[in-house]
């Protein structure tokens, strides 16, 4: 989701009859629920795959600042101004946190910020949506929001000590954020005839971008099983596809508005929704670099990055000479 | 304009902040360190939340029914009594931190002032704001020194934003009976302290005030600069174009 394009390294689950003494050792470890500290024996592939989510996870917190900031100046009430503001820096301080969390593995923030400004690191792919009106505010809040908590309440329990322990605090807040999303589509839709538009066309557009984030079908992502055996992953794609597809359905009907969706409803027999299928299509494209905002997204981070070079360099400069005046004073 | 002092003086201070908050807060995800848009949507934060008490009292005192969302997005620019320091554009980061500098050497003082004002209510707003003001000019102090005290190109960007922006720090202090109503002779005092501060942290930060000493004025009395019309256009827009709307 937040990290929906990573590849684990290992190649088929082995059994733990299979698996070399330390391997195996490890293996016993996470089946007995041990939390996996960052100085303790790991093999590379875990090591790897978890460099990989956690630093995605860390991007999309980064770069989902950019769709929400871009109405931070046009909040249309001073409330509404300010549970943006903070509800941006948030995101700022999750993706500090995850940063921080991925250090603890050997990789430095500086080489995560040059993968994800060359290209290299992916972050998730509802950030290369345009929020083209107050109401995506609220629908990134309801549905964004949302279902990052669906996979991240899993996550609180992955087996990687301070990527667990980043994820209790994330989900804190994450679920402020839902209600502050769904508090403004319910303002929306208790207003004008043009609010209500609004809202419709938000839900509309972020629909399924929102089904998207939780990646390919079990059938495509040939990876999930070794994250699932490691723990690093709890439940499939699907699975948590379907979970929010049933939690947000009745949300979206006690607004009065209408998921764009033909094909969706409720099977009695599996007891949750039947709907239709994501345009994987889109998807993919939108991952490959092709969505309708992936070149501004990354414009934006990078001038950012490189416009405040002289800043950073600057302040290096300061702690230098100040380094060098303490030791000539000694 | 209602003529009451009291209401004029409260959009003054109410205006600053907010338009300073509207500026800063313009930044996130953009700044040049993560540590930085996480501190400067603080800043905002504290701004707009000044900003609320600040407009929100300025309404009770006109009692026309106007409340601080109907004064912050509803009026004019000409009808807007901030002073024209916090509406200067953003520019590189060292303009973003210079303004801040050069507003929060003269915000803190002035809040610590007000604070003992026989106006509870203004009492009561500063008293509420001044410990928020304290962080914000210690972090704009600390780096304007490393900043300016850096490397050659921060350097000389720190110095130039401040020959920019010297210019507007005049109407910070000059006093009109507006403020002298509420503030009585208190202002002489901030002045001072405010050309003491500044001239300490730039000597420190080996950053030369600049010699053409005309300071520009107009902000408080409502004529401002282009930028703060394009400004309000961006802010205002919803409010305008959903009159009477509920958000």
């Not at chain 1, 997204?297 to 002289?310: E, F, I, L, Q, V």
């Not at chain 2, 000389?156 to 020959?163: P, S, T, V």
């Amino acid at each position: 989701m937040y990290a929906q394009e990573v590849k684990s390294t290992g190649k088929g689950v082995k059994s733990l009859d299979e698996m070399e003494p330390l391997e195996r050792a490890f293996q016993e470890k996470v089946n007995a629920d041990i939390k996996i500290e960052p100085k303790d024996r790991m093999p590379d592939g875990y090591r790897k795959t978890l460099i990989r989510q956690i630093s995605q996870h860390a991007h999309s917190e980064i770069v989902g600042q950019l769709p929400e900031g871009n109405w931070i100046t046009r909040a249309p009430t001073l409330e509404r101004k300010a549970i943006l503001i903070a509800k941006v820096q948030d995101e700022a301080g999750h993706g500090l946190y995850l940063y921080c969390a991925a250090e603890t593995l050997g990789i430095s923030r500086d080489q995560m910020t040059e993968q994800l400004l060359s290209g290299k690191a992916k972050y998730s792919s509802i950030f290369n949506y345009p929020t083209l009106t107050w109401a995506d505010i609220g629908a990134i809040g309801w549905l964004v929001d949302g279902a990052a908590i669906m996979n991240q309440v899993p996550l609180q329990r992955c087996s990687f000590g301070p990527y667990s322990r980043a994820m209790i605090r994330v989900c804190k807040e994450e679920s402020f954020h839902q209600r502050q999303g769904y508090d403004i589509m319910m303002k929306l839709c208790d207003g004008t005839q043009a609010q209500k538009e609004m809202a419709q066309d938000a839900l509309d557009r972020w629909w399924w971008p929102s089904l998207m984030m939780f990646g390919p079908s079990d059938a495509q992502s040939v990876h999930s099983a070794q994250s699932m055996a490691w723990k690093i992953k709890q439940d499939t794609n699907d699975e948590l596809r379907q979970k929010f597809v049933d939690q947000t359905v009745p949300q979206a009907k006690y607004l009065s508005l209408t998921v764009p969706d033909p094909d969706l409803k409720w099977n009695e027999e599996k007891g949750g929704h039947d709907f239709g299928e994501v345009d994987w299509a889109e998807f993919f494209e939108v991952v490959a670099g092709n969505g309708p905002c992936n070149a501004d997204r990354m414009a934006a981070r990078r001038k950012a990055w490189s416009d405040g070079a002289w800043f950073r360099d600057g302040l290096m400069a300061h702690a230098q000479k100040k380094q060098t005046r303490n030791v000539a004073a000694e | 304009m209602t003529g009451n002092p009291i209401y004029e003086f409260a959009l003054r201070m109410g205006d600053n902040c907010l338009i300073l908050g509207q500026n800063v807060s313009a930044w996130c995800g953009h700044a040049p360190v993560l540590e930085e848009d996480i501190a400067l949507a603080n800043v905002a934060l504290d701004l707009i939340g000044q900003t609320r008490m600040w407009l929100g009292f300025a309404g009770e005192v006109e009692g026309k029914g106007r409340n601080a969302d109907d004064l912050a997005f509803l009026r004019d620019a000409r009808a807007f009594r901030n002073c024209l320091l916090v509406e200067q554009p953003n520019g590189d980061f060292g303009q973003t931190l210079m303004r801040q500098f050069l507003f929060d050497a003269w915000h803190h003082p002035m809040l610590k002032a007000l604070a003992g004002s026989a106006n509870v209510r203004v009492a009561e707003v500063a008293e509420k704001s001044v410990k928020e003001a304290a962080y914000h000019l210690d972090r704009s102090t600390g780096l304007v020194i490393r900043l300016g005290d850096g490397s050659d190109e921060s350097h000389n960007r720190m110095q130039a934003a401040l020959d920019g922006l010297w210019r507007y720090t005049g109407e910070l202090y000059a006093t009109d009976a507006i403020d002298e109503a509420v503030i009585g002779r208190g202002f002489s005092a901030i002045e001072e302290q405010y050309k003491n501060y500044t001239s300490k942290i730039f000597d420190e930060a080996t950053l030369t005030i600049p010699e053409a000493t005309f300071m520009h004025k107009g902000g408080k009395s409502g004529l401002h600069s282009e930028a703060l019309g394009a400004m309000l256009a961006d802010m205002q827009i919803l409010q305008r174009s959903h009159p009477g709307a509920q958000w």
